[in-house]
């Protein structure tokens, strides 16, 4: 196989959610699909799931509404909405673990950047499951927090922290 061109890095990484749920003005029949409604940093990987995942959305709001109903844009810019919650939240929050990036680090995206850093370090199984089940789409990101994955996150991070200052929780062998 041979390649068609030169390789090409990106410089588009920032992170853009154009919020047309939110707009007040009739849109029409126009509807905006993929890096047109929402763009993530690619270092997640996650633009061309996020992409094919709209359009189920927007095929489903096609068959519930039809192409003629003018209610169609609006529903479908809400769904698409909820469902961008969660790789939103993943890009913007990581990018904003950076002092360079700007943007607001309010308590909510400091907490969850705290907890998924933890998460990721936790070795249970069930946790590392259910970060790659939300990563890939699979969950609601809110599965997260769920108390069977919140409490095990947790007692790994005061483990991991009580180990670090030389205390040891668990006798030797024992997770």
């Not at 479908?76 to 002092?99: E, N």
């Not at 705290?114 to 936790?122: D, E, I, P, Q, S």
Request: one cysteine or more; a positive charge.
């Amino acid at each position: 196989m041979e390649p068609i061109s030169p390789i090409y890095s990106s410089r588009a990484t920032r992170n853009r959610w154009r919020r047309y749920e939110r707009w007040r003005r009739p849109l029409g029949r126009f509807i905006a699909l993929a890096d047109a409604a929402c763009s993530y940093n690619p270092r997640f990987g996650q633009g061309m799931s996020a992409a094919a995942i709209s359009v189920k959305i927007f095929k489903d709001c096609l068959t519930r509404y039809g192409l003629g109903d003018p209610r169609l844009p609006n529903r479908f810019f809400s769904v698409q909405a909820r469902f961008q919650k969660t790789p939103w939240l993943y890009a913007a929050a990581d990018d904003l673990r950076f002092p360079a990036t700007e943007g607001n680090r309010s308590t909510s995206i400091r907490l969850f950047n705290w907890y998924r850093l933890k998460a990721v370090a936790c070795r249970d199984r069930r946790v590392g499951g259910r970060l790659s089940e939300v990563t890939q789409f699979v969950r609601p990101i809110q599965s997260l927090f769920a108390p069977q994955i919140a409490s095990r996150v947790v007692v790994s991070a005061l483990r991991r922290q009580a180990s670090s200052h030389g205390i040891h929780c668990m006798p030797p062998g024992v997770q």
